[in-house]
């Protein structure tokens, strides 16, 4: 539809149908025979407030969507058609690995490539929107949320904020082409940084922390072109985002530029109430709009308020009608009005959900994404000759999805079992239960309840898996946290591994010392004990629907492991924050020198984590050389370019993860002791050498100075290059300005 046609619609609709178009319910709420229960239902959502909504949220399928569009554009009186979202965070049905793993692949270019097959699949299910990437910087692993985030990096989360826009709108942004939909990045801004790491809670982040860590991802999102922003659900140093002009309206709108359009977190403008921040649902729904919220996800509050305030004159129409306007320029942008169902269809489904070649990549990705954590005596890789005991929970679980895998089948996935059949590595192969993931405990998810007791077998298993273990050359431990420990509302204070499998694990490692513990999780868990009762450690996150097939790959050598730590595993949950790029400071401990009191250390733990951001170990073994620099100096405009060369020592070919940090060595503010500004990866046949070449350039300098002006400044910095964020293979150079 042509610009002037869409503002002739606008100009056209009633007051009662703008607001419509700002009001987002739940799919299911308008549905033929729909009922409201549940929270909308006590917070006073009735059916007629939905009738007008503009958009639906939570379910998919095309069959379903089409019916639902079509009784909705018949009954609407200007039949615009609906907008369809919900979350795909990591996947439609074929799930891939949970972010934190894709951004510990720490190859955008991949994740790219996976999340334009998310949309494929989606879109082909009728959605036109999905409620990602979530570009939260994390440095808190008992935050639940933590396995929606790519980690703890600027930089990194910013490349991979890019590849998710990209890979869902596609790289020309054109979202009217089918199997492309829009993104919306969220959460605008600092719900990565809940006080204590406890769901839902206030941040307090200084500004400039906010500036150098928080926001440039978001930055990277809007400037790859997302076209919706999702303002968080918390307040920041005080402010709740949801009615804050100055976080939406300003810093988002008019200093970021960002044109699209805003949606509350899911009953975000009702929650202000409870905030404190407004007195009742009129006062929400007029502080959500003035702050530039144009959808509201879930409360009552604009179907109910918006049209008496506007008519009241408490709220100018003005208000009302820009935020229409980007909600019809984004349908008009999908192409709605042409197609209202954008492509999908049963056939297009059925083309693209779980087709072979995702199946494959999903595959494919979890070996980029697990991380080798250790590996004593080169246990890995498995032979397939010798026998090999599979033993825990995970071992047969398809519940490797995580929690936000809203539309995965778990007939779907892969169980490590199957993986090492399929594979064809599973000739001497037994595998055993061992015990359940949890006991005695129940866990809660969206409408699931999931209840554990103590099996009357419980004894039975731990016999079986030690006689396993006893006669086997090496034994895979298949442990975890349940997925639903982690994901949204799903803060841990304790983040070890269930009781009941440590200790499994405990009585397996004295049969056996080739123990090779495979560790599910949705964050970094504390694994110091599992490291010292294993030889090797393999962190696999929550894999996706290949996970069986993409672990099993690893573990006999057909794949190298390609993680890399993305977010810091503790060395306890005492040390939490902690992360690579903290600021130095005036009293530096160094661990190797001689003992010193007045520095900054703990006395009973390392300040270190028990494995840093960076690292991940390969089945290749590398050698660098020492950094070379194209010139000491940089002028302003200037580019300089650092070079190493690596060679592969080992016997096996591998992909390595050259990465390079910077250090200012001097500035108007303190700066963290290494910041990654770059990586390439190299795949190197054993005795082959490559040569990672990077640009330096002097964006990459810029830092928010003292006044709170982002310039770089003239001084002394240090180039790093090397396989982690510990590196010390280093080179000096000036900026001149
Ligand atoms: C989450 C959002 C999500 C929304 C809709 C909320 O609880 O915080 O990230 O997009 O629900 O499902």
Wanted: hydrophobic share 40%; net charge negative; charged share 25%.
């Amino acid at each position: 539809m042509t610009e002037e046609k869409l503002r002739a619609l606008l100009d056209s609709m009633s007051l009662e149908e703008k607001v419509g178009q700002m009001v987002q319910v739940t799919g299911a709420f308008l549905e033929e025979d729909a009922v409201i229960t549940g929270p909308a239902a006590d917070a006073g959502l009735e059916l007629s407030d939905c009738r007008l909504a503009g958009s639906i949220l939570g379910i998919a399928g095309a069959d379903r969507l089409k019916r639902i569009q079509e009784r909705y554009m018949e009954e609407h009186p200007h039949h615009i058609p609906l907008l369809m979202m919900a979350d795909v965070i990591h996947g439609y049905r074929t799930v891939f690995p949970i972010p934190l793993a894709l951004g510990a692949s720490f190859q955008p270019e991949l994740v790219e490539k996976a999340m334009g097959m998310a949309a494929e699949e989606a879109a082909s299910a009728g959605l036109h929107v999905t409620f990602s990437p979530m570009t939260d910087l994390v440095r808190d692993p008992r935050w639940g949320r933590v396995l929606e985030s790519f980690g703890e990096s600027p930089w990194l989360d910013s490349r991979m904020a890019e590849a998710y826009v990209r890979g869902y709108q596609g790289a020309d942004g054109d979202l009217s082409r089918p199997g492309r939909m829009s993104a919306c990045d969220k959460h605008f801004v600092g719900y990565g940084a809940p006080v204590a790491g406890r769901e839902y809670n206030h941040a307090e982040l200084s500004e400039h922390t906010v500036r150098e860590f928080h926001l440039p991802p978001k930055i990277a999102a809007i400037k790859a072109g997302t076209a919706c922003v999702m303002p968080a659900f918390q307040s920041l140093n005080g402010e709740p985002c949801t009615a804050s002009e100055k976080i939406v309206r300003k810093l988002l709108r008019d200093e970021l530029g960002f044109e699209g359009v805003t949606i509350s977190d899911w009953s975000a403008v009702g929650e202000l109430v409870a905030q404190g921040a407004a007195a009742d649902t009129r006062e929400a729904a007029k502080l959500a709009i003035e702050a530039g919220i144009d959808i509201d996800m879930m409360s009552v509050c604009y179907a109910r308020e918006l049209k008496g305030l506007v008519e009241s004159g408490e709220v100018e129409e003005r208000l009302v009608d820009e935020a229409v306007w980007r909600i019809l320029t984004l349908k008009n942008r999908l192409g709605l009005f042409e197609d209202p169902f954008h492509g999908s269809g049963t056939e297009a489904e059925k083309k693209t959900v779980l087709c072979q070649e995702h199946r494959d990549f999903a595959r494919k990705m979890v070996a980029e994404s697990v991380i080798l954590l250790k590996n004593e005596d080169s246990v890995l890789p498995l032979s397939r000759e010798k026998k090999t005991a599979f033993i825990g929970p995970y071992v047969d679980s398809t519940d490797t999805c995580g929690s936000w895998a809203i539309f995965q089948n778990r007939e779907d996935t892969v169980t490590l079992r199957r993986g090492v059949a399929e594979g064809g590595y599973g000739e001497n192969a037994l595998f055993c239960h061992g015990c359940d993931v949890l006991e005695n405990t129940r866990v809660l998810g969206f409408g699931v309840e999931e209840v554990f007791g103590q099996r009357e077998d419980r004894d039975e298993l731990v016999k079986q898996a030690l006689k396993a273990a006893e006669e086997a050359d090496a034994v895979v431990m298949a442990l975890g946290e349940h997925t639903l420990q982690s994901g949204e509302a799903a803060s841990r204070g304790d983040i070890t591994l269930p009781a009941q499998q440590m200790e499994l694990l405990r009585q397996v490692s004295r049969v056996n010392s080739n123990v090779i513990t495979v560790v599910y999780s949705g964050r970094p868990l504390d694994l110091r004990e599992v490291s010292a009762c294993s030889k090797a450690v393999l962190a696999v996150f929550l894999p996706g629907t290949m996970g069986g097939a993409g672990i099993a790959d690893v573990l006999f050598g057909a794949a190298s492991p390609g993680g890399r730590v993305s977010m810091s595993f503790p060395w306890s949950a005492a040390q939490i924050p902690v992360y690579h790029n903290d600021y130095s400071t005036g009293r530096p401990y160094d661990p190797a020198g001689a003992e010193q009191k007045f520095v900054s250390r703990y006395l009973d733990m390392p300040n270190s984590p028990l494995y840093p951001f960076g690292y991940g170990l390969t089945y290749g073994s590398f050698r660098y050389s020492s950094v070379t620099l194209s010139a000491e100096t940089m002028k302003a405009g200037e580019v300089l370019t650092a070079a190493v060369t690596v060679t592969n020592e080992g016997t096996a070919a591998a992909k390595e993860t050259v990465q390079l940090y910077l250090h200012d060595e001097k500035a108007t503010t303190v700066r963290p002791r290494r910041e990654l500004k770059g990586v390439k990866c190299l795949y190197l046949q054993p005795g082959e050498s490559g040569e990672a070449v990077f640009r330096i350039t002097e964006e990459m300098l810029k830092i928010w100075d003292r006044d709170m002006n982002f310039l770089a400044e003239p001084g002394t910095f240090t180039v790093y290059i090397g396989s982690d964020s510990r590196t010390e293979n280093g080179a000096g150079f000036r900026y001149e300005g």
